[in-house]
């Protein structure tokens, strides 16, 4: 049974980090790319970011600089650091898995998480 589990998620300023994970089982982890996206209320779900086999990554441009996306294979964990947060990254975010992993194309990704909030007050 596939899983995918965030965790580290919860409410800080403006200006603050938070670190989220993905516990991730089921699957043969190293065959799949995984991508981060989230969903604000009354909004769209968006790719966030997005991290393939040879640890390649792709970001979204609003997030270019202040968040990372890494991953511990070793460990089938998936991580997001995110740094200098602002409201706008208010949101519940996702961790997903997928054959192919296009930030804009939610249909690349087969499997995804429950979610985890994140709160950003300015």
């Known amino acids: 049974q596939v899983q995918l589990v965030e965790s580290g998620g919860g409410s800080v300023q403006a200006g603050g980090s938070l670190r989220l994970s993905c516990a991730a089982s089921?699957?043969?982890?190293?065959?799949?790319?995984m991508g981060w996206f989230r969903q604000a209320p009354g909004k769209e779900r968006e790719g966030v970011a997005s991290?393939?086999?040879?640890?390649?990554?792709d970001y979204v441009d609003s997030v270019k600089g202040r968040f990372t996306i890494s991953q511990d294979r070793a460990k089938n964990t998936l991580y997001l650091q995110m740094n200098s947060l602002k409201s706008e990254d208010t949101a519940m975010y996702y961790c997903?898995?997928?054959?192919?992993?296009?930030?804009?194309?939610?249909?690349?990704?087969?499997?995804w998480g429950q979610g985890t909030q994140v709160s950003v007050s300015s």
């Open positions: 991290i393939y086999p040879d640890d390649s990554t």
């Open positions: 089921g699957f043969t982890y190293s065959r799949y790319c």
């Open positions: 997903a898995a997928g054959l192919r992993c296009r930030l804009w194309a939610r249909g690349d990704f087969d499997y």
